[in-house]
């Protein structure tokens, strides 16, 4: 077992918490969104939101990849 594989299967034992995370950074995103549509355009809260939700896409990009992959490997042993 090489490196790549120690570090999925290990990862994969928390897919539970990373369902989690995907669940919370969807709900943070949702937030964000009707914050984005109340504030207006150009002040610190809307900068501040936006910012936000780019940091959610991104962790909701990384940790859905996560999953897919701990998907892939149950599906194939």
């Not at 299967?9 to 943070?28: G, S």
């Not at 964000?32 to 962790?59: C, D, H, K, M, Q």
Request: aromatic content about 12%; hydrophobic content about 50%; overall charge positive.
């Amino acid at each position: 077992m090489n490196t790549g594989d120690r570090f999925w299967k290990l990862l994969c034992d928390y897919r539970q918490l990373l369902r989690y995370l995907f669940a919370l950074a969807v709900a943070l995103a949702v937030l964000t969104v009707i914050s984005i549509a109340v504030t207006e355009r150009g002040t610190a809260e809307y900068v501040i939101s936006v910012f936000n939700l780019s940091v959610l896409a991104l962790v909701f990009v990384l940790v859905g990849y996560c999953l897919r992959r701990c998907s892939k490997r149950k599906e194939r042993t």
